[in-house]
């Protein structure tokens, strides 16, 4: 797929989006809106994908909106519909792991994106901030819905109605992110995770990752007799029986997706 505004690849079972406007600190647009929507549709439907990293290009993760763009005549012209508005819903619910890897600015609907992600790292420059009451927008990209869940109902609401920028250590803290890295190795160690990641039974999970959903929608009990169903079914498989022998055999397990 060819994108303006973004890349997207997928290898070995790892999907790579990156925000492609360094020059602009990849601030969004809506034509990126749309790449980044498209992206995100063709992994969803692409069941080889155990892990998909979100990136910026450059110095800059995402800082929002590009108002420098939508203060300009041609900024008005790329029209949004509201499916494109699914991006973080996209990244939220797809089977695989999704990973934010914020390598710099990310606020506003970039910091939406990142929240929908099951994990984000940091690098240690990284300021995060709300900011959508700085620029008189009520906000987007789920933020109002993911917020809560990450940082706790008080806490969400705190940074929401009074944006300002936190810093990477404030973010680790507060549980925004769970891993901060130093700026010179922040590739690096983000890639060993990906790869950790990527490493994993694709059945188990895949697995896990659908429990989370499902724990989302439903009640403890039935979450329970879900889970239930699931981890049987994976426990039984050829998979989790090479994982047993290769921690027995103090060995990397050779995973055939079976």
């Known amino acids: 797929m060819q994108f303006d505004t973004i890349t997207y690849e997928v290898s070995d079972g790892i999907a790579r989006l990156t925000l492609n406007r360094p020059d602009r600190m990849n601030g969004m647009t809506n034509q990126m809106v749309r790449e980044a929507c498209d992206a995100m549709i063709a992994a969803n439907a692409d069941q080889s994908i155990r892990v998909l990293v979100l990136t910026g290009n450059g110095d800059a993760f995402c800082p929002g909106a590009d108002l420098g763009h939508f203060t ?4 008005t012209d790329e029209r949004l519909l509201p499916k494109h508005l699914r991006v973080a819903s996209l990244l939220h619910d797809i089977h695989a792991v999704t990973l934010c890897a914020i390598n710099g600015a990310c606020a506003g609907a970039g910091l939406g994106w990142a929240a929908a992600c099951d994990l984000r790292v940091s690098t240690a420059r990284a300021k995060l901030n709300t900011a959508f009451l700085d620029v008189a927008v009520a906000g987007d990209m789920g933020l109002p819905w993911s917020l809560p ?14 944006p300002g920028k936190i810093d990477a250590a404030e973010a680790l803290r507060i549980g925004l992110v769970s891993r901060v890295f130093p700026d010179e190795s922040f590739r690096e160690d983000t890639e060993a995770i990906v790869q950790r990641l990527a490493s994993a039974s694709p059945a188990a999970l895949w697995g896990l990752k659908a429990s989370y959903l499902t724990a989302e929608r439903t009640t403890f009990a039935d979450f329970v007799d879900l889970e239930a169903e699931r981890h049987l079914r994976i426990a039984a498989s050829a998979d989790t029986a090479e994982a047993f022998k290769a921690f027995m055999e103090k060995r990397p397990p050779r995973f055939e997706g079976e």
């Open 72 to 75: 300009t005549p041609s900024g």
């Open 149 to 162: 869940r990450l940082l706790g109902a008080g806490k969400a609401r705190e940074l929401s109605f009074l």
